[in-house]
């Protein structure tokens, strides 16, 4: 078991992928590390898991089937939008990069909306 809800070695990995992205931020969301593209939330950490929002059906398809994605659950309830990926190793964190970036594109288009 983790000493926290998330594991520190995959928030780095996240931390490390996004920290030249322009307009990202870190901070915390439901108790996880998460990023913020301007003021929307893309990603966060929970346990070995990266949850992303923001994607289209067909990235979530895809991360569905290539790498057993599944619904980002609230007190035993799906979350709107939200895809949780499991991430068992830093590597996966690495291959998640263009996923990343397109819920990162996402909600800079959603804020843009807003």
């Known amino acids: ?24 931020t ?4 439901f108790g996880h590390p998460g990023w913020f593209a301007g003021r929307k939330l893309f990603a966060l950490i ?8 923001h994607l289209s ?5 895809t991360l ?3 790498f057993g994605a599944g619904p980002f659950l609230i007190q035993g309830s799906p979350t709107r ?4 990926v499991p991430a068992p190793e830093v590597e996966t964190v690495l291959t998640l990069g263009p996923w990343l970036h397109d819920a990162y594109e996402s909600a800079l288009e959603v804020q843009g909306r807003g």
């Open 81 to 84: 939008g939200w895809i949780l």
């Open 64 to 66: 569905t089937r290539d």
């Open 1 to 24: 078991m983790h000493e926290h809800r998330y594991d520190p070695e995959i928030t780095e990995a996240v931390a490390d992928v996004v920290r030249d992205w322009p307009a990202v």
């Open 57 to 61: 059906e067909d990235a979530r398809a």
């Open 46 to 53: 929970d346990g070995r898991a990266v949850g992303l929002l």
């Open 26 to 29: 870190a901070g915390k969301i």
